[in-house]
């Protein structure tokens, strides 16, 4: 394929070793490589948007934004989820976009290089600037729960929202740790085709479900499920200060969205905790049905 030929590819080993790695005004370190098709000013920013109190727990990784992260092969290692540790001299980098190329890739992936714990992005496999950013705010939440965990009183908001079956939620993680957790039929009432009621211009709560049955809790798929609610609200949180959007846009198929007065909360909450820094703004809109 001769435009893949044309087209360098480096392990990733090799690229972390390489590449000039900065330190945002927050702290974290990043770097990129290849033609990532991103403005350095447009990846400072996105990176120092993260809040400092945040960001602390974030400044022993590296974030490289490469054109696309792939494998040279499909050992079964690397088929691991997103967020497991592969070596990183079967992590292949390469340094710009083909097809052939893309089909290969992931939208990232974790490896340790001497020491230290690096993230490739692939910034091609994103389509705008909102998909770009909510990969890497993706990762930073989950970094943050690694390193601190989730606050006690962001759990309770979230369990009380579970408990009165609030309709939907923010990931498919936490829809089926949700799910496990409360039981299979405390779920039932909230499947993914029900339509989803669209919030009226200023309401302040979700109105809820009926509540759940008292019923033994799975704790292990409680806690699961706390971390990702916890880690996506982080998420979520940091893309709406760098970027305006529509809630709908987060949409998936495969479960419905948590009801946007609910999910209003949880950011509120999160904002509460880690207030946005330097010229970032977090404001919450509600539209009127149409």
Known sequence: MPEI??????????????????????????GSFGDTQLAAADLQRMVEAVPAAIAAALQHKRYYFVPLTLSESHDAELNEPAFFEIDSSKLMIAADFSTELSDMAVCHRNAKVD????????????QDRFALSFEFYINAGHHFVDAVGVPESFMQLVWSQAEANVRGETSQDAWEQRS???????????APEIKRRRPKFGTAKAVPEPATENRAVDEKARMQYLEAAFSDAVAIYLLSLTVDFDYSELREREYPLLVAPALAERLKHVAKLFPPSGAQEFTIHYRRNR
């Open 5 to 30: 030929a044309q087209i360098e590819v480096k392990a990733a080993a090799d690229v972390a070793r390489s590449v000039r790695v900065d330190q945002a005004s927050n702290g974290i370190h990043y």
């Open 115 to 126: 020491g230290a714990d690096c993230i490739f992005i692939s910034t091609r496999l994103m």
């Open 180 to 190: 496990k957790a409360l039981g299979a039929n405390a779920m039932q009432s909230v």
